[in-house]
């Protein structure tokens, strides 16, 4: 058994999580959910609730479990250490460790809710649960915490100023110190589809994808974004500096893309969803974090396992699922283990078909502007690849023009993302060659260093001066 989990943690990804809704009539069986995810690079699943039989399931996989609290069960968890006693013997202690349990989530979006009494009794029910684990010896190894939407902040634009809203300031502040002390995360519910849906223009939906876009300036630092994501993260970040708490870690609970939604909804395509949860992973993968919280990703549970067919509202609630209840792919953002590489578009725009064994390169198209190119420079360069070697002093800095820089930095972030044609369209701005780009590059820093800073245009006949 421990050879099996030393090599699921090779395979997989501690940071990458994913929610298991149930607000169906047409899942398949937890069994074959976990044999499911097994066969993925998935690490962790989110429970609403403490479903025994997926919980069961999951037994002797090494996937990570946390489970939840509904909000119902918080006045008895509140009032009366002895159901919390019971709540935990019966939903940890029964499966522990064999299933392995990470985090007890109390309650969902309370912080954001109208009811003032169950706001007060949050804490509380967090300490009973938290004092049962202690009392059962697990208290150093499942953490206590309670999820929040992104409403949960009056100010997140630019990040640097997110702030918690005032009002519930009090409670927040009991909250953040029981989870400084307990060590547990601050889980939150970022959505760049909301804040597409609220700002529905061109550019707003590339900020949202992680493609392409010129970026946005946070006033307060200087700090250039290239996507919501990490905005939104940071502004977290942000109000939890505000109020004294760096300690607390952030844990994103839920975000995802809708692939299909009703006619009036605005952002809904496979496209999207696959560009969004494509991209998003990648950007996990790479490790390059966000700019407040750089070197490193923070645990995300994508939204969702499956579709919820019975889930109320728009059409969009009952389309977020990555799988089908047969256990086909919805679409494929490179979670299955037998990937050989990503398999994640930059854009959702289907690129023309083209053979890879003749297109070794990324470069530019003919004719793009500077601001494009400039644009793109600032994207790849954001996606985690080491550009350094075009910053001033490295080895690729000359010739230095945007045109050679976008060419490196386009070409590598091709590269390194799985050589598959969408990684190369950069909003149709670039295109595939056979042509080794970066021989020119490194000829003309040559030949420019030769003649001190003076750039000339590359021939074959060009001569050694």
């Given at each position: 058994m421990g050879e099996k989990l030393e090599r699921r943690s090779l395979d997989s990804e501690s940071f990458l999580g994913i929610n298991y809704g149930e607000v169906a009539n047409n899942l398949p069986p937890p069994e074959s959910t976990a044999k499911l995810l097994k066969s993925t690079s998935i690490e962790k699943v989110r429970l609403y609730g403490a479903d025994p039989g997926i919980i069961q399931a999951l037994a002797n996989t090494g996937i990570g479990i946390v489970i939840g609290a509904p909000n119902g069960d918080i006045p008895a968890l509140a009032a009366d250490p002895n159901f919390a006693t019971q709540w935990v013997n019966s939903n940890v202690i029964a499966f522990y460790p064999a299933s392995k349990i990470i985090l007890i989530t109390v309650g969902n979006e309370i912080m954001t809710s109208t009811d003032q009494n169950l706001m007060s009794q949050l804490l509380p029910a967090m300490r009973n649960v938290q004092n049962a684990l202690n009392a059962a010896s697990l208290g150093g190894k499942i953490k206590v915490s309670t999820v929040h939407s992104m409403a949960v902040l009056t100010q997140s634009d630019p990040p640097s100023s997110g702030a918690f809203n005032?009002?519930?300031?009090?409670?927040?502040?009991?909250?953040?110190?029981?989870?400084?002390?307990?060590?547990?995360?601050?889980?939150?519910?970022?959505y760049p589809f909301f804040a597409y849906q609220s700002d529905p223009r061109p550019e707003t939906l590339a900020f949202c994808l992680f493609q392409p876009n010129s970026g946005r300036?946070?006033?307060?630092?200087?700090?250039?974004?290239?996507?919501?994501?990490?905005?939104?993260?940071?502004?977290?970040?942000?109000?939890?500096?505000?109020?004294?708490?760096?300690?607390?870690?952030?844990?994103?609970?839920?975000?995802?893309?809708?692939?299909?939604?009703?006619?009036?909804?605005?952002?809904?395509?496979?496209?999207?969803?696959?560009?969004?949860?494509?991209?998003?992973?990648?950007?996990?993968?790479?490790?390059?974090?966000?700019?407040?919280?750089?070197?490193?990703?923070?645990?995300?549970?994508?939204?969702?396992?499956?579709?919820?067919?019975?889930?109320?509202?728009?059409?969009s609630e009952r389309a977020f699922g990555l799988f089908k209840p047969d256990l086909s792919m919805t679409y494929d953002v490179s979670l299955s283990k037998s990937s050989q590489t990503p398999s994640t578009p930059t854009t959702p725009v289907n690129p023309s078909p083209s053979p890879k064994a003749s297109a070794g390169w990324c470069v530019p198209k003919a004719g793009v502007s500077d601001a494009e190119l400039q644009t793109n420079l600032d994207y790849a360069c954001g996606q985690g690849i080491d550009c350094s070697p075009i910053q001033p002093g490295g080895a690729c800095f000359e010739p230095n023009t945007v045109a050679s820089h976008a060419a490196y930095a386009m070409n590598l972030l091709y590269q390194?993302?799985?050589?598959?044609?969408?990684?190369?369209?950069?909003?149709?701005?670039?295109?595939?060659?056979?042509?080794?780009?970066?021989?020119?590059?490194?000829?003309?820093?040559?030949?420019?260093?030769k003649r001190k800073g003076k750039v000339i245009l590359w021939s074959n006949n060009d001569q050694e001066e």
């Open positions: 005032p009002a519930t300031s009090d409670v927040m502040k009991g909250l953040l110190e029981f989870q400084r002390n307990t060590g547990s995360p601050f889980a939150i519910n970022p300036v946070d006033s307060g630092t200087n700090i250039k974004y290239m996507n919501m994501f990490d905005a939104q993260v940071d502004a977290v970040r942000s109000a939890l500096n505000a109020m004294g708490f760096k300690e607390v870690e952030i844990v994103v609970a839920e975000t995802g893309w809708p692939y299909s939604g009703d006619s009036n909804e605005v952002g809904p395509s496979i496209e999207n969803a696959k560009a969004y949860n494509g991209n998003l992973i990648a950007h996990l993968r790479s490790m390059v974090g966000t700019p407040l919280m750089p070197g490193k990703s923070v645990d995300t549970y994508i939204f969702a396992l499956y579709d919820e067919n019975l889930k109320p509202g728009p059409g390194s993302a799985g050589k598959n044609p969408w990684n190369c369209d950069f909003t149709q701005t670039a295109m595939l060659t056979s042509s080794n780009p970066m021989a020119i590059m490194v000829a003309l820093s040559l030949v420019a260093e």
